[in-house]
């Protein structure tokens, strides 16, 4: 097969945007726009493969992994040796025992839970539309998301202490882009923050070895710890590796995606009124038009924005050459905003997700939660307790934002740059646009 070398942006605009201290998706946005789906760049010595297009996406990620590889997780600092930051034999054991909690009969067993943490979020809500009381939209979509992997992780519904403990959680992912290189002084930064977190780790642990399982029965918590009594590997550290793991990948992320829901559909009011059109509540129709809604939302904001990989040996990817060694970075952010492959892809448009062919059919395409072997575990989880939640308030709250933020910030996840005050109900009439 004839391959070429890869096409690489001018080093005067690196240069440009390095001067003028621009955003990363900056850059990549216009590496990709003027080079396409695979293209480079370079800010060091070696240049850096940027993959957007679907076939390459599809190769590197789902038909290939073995030649393009993660190196080390940005978050490895908080995670441990969690699945997330997992390599080699290792992550495919750590895989393995979660893989069969988040599908089939082991997403069942978590039914109760997410809609008893749903149930108790739409119950703060209505207070709120009460009293006209303001909150912070994010605050409360990450305190439901909170609840929900808890109850999921203990079979404990998250008691104040432990949330406000946990609030550690989202303040260190946050700093993790801006912490120094060393690893010992970017430990140090966030030291208190990670004492706190262990030592709820700590508490949850020993709460389940001493058989305390919750109103629900047993959580993955206690999964972890049956399997310490076959697998040495399963020691407390990779426990709590495990379990801070489950609590980041299991709250951020969801916790993200609804914040920029409410966003998107306070522009786009009419969207909301479609999905509850769509059928009556609790029916097949709705359910499936609410989750078009979730979709959207995760096309324009996909939590991983980025995946970086590194070339383990030289290889041919969709007729460019790769050396061994180089940096990938796979960016579904912009992939799902490429014009030729989605239809005015700046628009809230979830019919994309419910109409035949409103979508492309690549799989490459559209991987908010990445494609292959390494794809979040949680897809279904995070579909489902989104849902679960949107089906409670959509019908009964239309929060009215005080103010909304201006962009976003592009760090472990893609979030709202500021705060999301709003009001519900009589106090909303207010403040209508």
């Known amino acids: 097969m004839a391959t070429r070398r890869v096409p690489e942006l001018d080093p005067a605009q690196v240069a440009q945007w390095q001067a003028g201290g621009g955003e990363l998706i900056d850059l990549l946005a216009r590496v990709r726009e003027q080079l396409g789906g695979v293209a480079a760049f370079r800010t060091g010595p070696r240049p850096t493969v940027l993959v957007t297009d679907p076939e390459a996406v599809q190769h590197v990620l789902a038909l290939h992994p073995g030649r393009y590889v993660k190196r080390s997780h940005r978050a490895r600092l908080l995670i441990g040796d969690g699945v997330l ?24 067993r978590y039914e109760q839970r997410i809609a008893g943490a749903a149930r108790t979020s739409a119950a703060r809500w209505a207070e709120y539309a009460r009293t006209g009381q303001e909150f912070d939209v994010g605050d409360e979509m990450r305190r439901f998301a909170l609840d929900t992997i808890w109850r999921s992780l203990t079979g404990h519904p998250l008691d104040a202490e432990t949330e406000s403990e946990l609030t550690a959680v989202p303040a260190v992912v946050a700093a993790l882009p801006s912490l120094p290189a060393d690893g010992a002084a970017a430990r140090g930064a966030v030291a208190a923050e990670l004492a706190g977190i262990d030592a709820v780790a700590s508490r949850a642990i020993a709460a389940a070895r001493g058989h305390e399982a919750g109103p629900d029965g047993p959580g993955l918590l206690h999964v972890l710890l049956d399997a310490a009594e076959t697998r040495p590997e399963y020691t407390d550290g990779l426990i709590r590796d495990e379990l801070v793991t489950l609590l980041v990948a299991g709250h ?29 509540d609790g029916s097949p129709e709705r359910q499936q038009a609410i989750q078009a809604l979730v979709h959207e939302a995760l096309r324009l904001y996909p939590p991983a924005w980025i995946l970086p990989r590194s070339a383990a040996q030289d290889d041919h990817l ?5 050396e061994a060694g180089t940096d990938v970075l796979v960016c579904p952010y912009l992939t799902h905003r490429d014009p030729q492959l989605w239809y005015k892809p700046g628009r809230f448009d979830p019919a994309r997700f419910t109409a035949p062919g409103r979508r492309p059919a690549h799989p490459g395409s559209y991987f908010p939660f990445g494609i292959g072997p390494r794809a979040c575990l949680g897809l279904q989880f995070a579909l489902r307790e989104s849902t679960a939640l949107l089906e409670l308030l959509l019908p009964t709250h239309v929060p009215r934002f005080r103010s909304t933020p201006k962009g976003a910030v592009y760090g472990i996840t893609v979030r709202p740059d500021g705060p999301t005050p709003a009001v519900l109900g009589a106090a909303a009439e207010a403040v209508r646009r």
Do not use: V
Request: aromatic share 6%.
């Open 252 to 280: 951020e992320t969801t916790a993200t995606t609804l914040t920029w829901l409410c966003l998107l559909l306070d522009r786009n009011p009419e969207a909301r009124d479609r999905a509850l059109a769509a059928g009556a």
């Open 85 to 108: 930051a997992a390599t080699g034999e290792a992550w495919q054991s750590q895989r393995k025992l979660l893989q069969a909690q988040f599908t089939g009969r082991g997403m069942r």
């Open 318 to 322: 969709t007729g460019y050459e790769i």
